[in-house]
């Protein structure tokens, strides 16, 4: 779905896109972290739209490390 056929998605998009990538499927919402070191949660996915806008705004903890290493400080 794209943001010319679904005005939520384009709110979504203006308001969070500096931080997440969003899109959604026929039953889920996706976002995805823009900032691959941010300190929470790098994909957020839900069927409710008001726990995906929760998560959004209060992102959960990340379960892990980010994926690509950091360069060493020494």
Known sequence: MTTRDDPLLRLLHKHYGHRWS???TKSLWI???R???????P???HDSIEAFVHDLENPPARAG?????????T
């Open 65 to 73: 490390r980010p994926s690509r290493p950091h360069p060493s400080s």
């Open 22 to 24: 969003i899109r959604r």
């Open 31 to 33: 976002a995805t972290a």
């Open 35 to 41: 900032d691959p070191d941010a300190d929470h949660a």
């Open 43 to 45: 994909t957020v996915i």
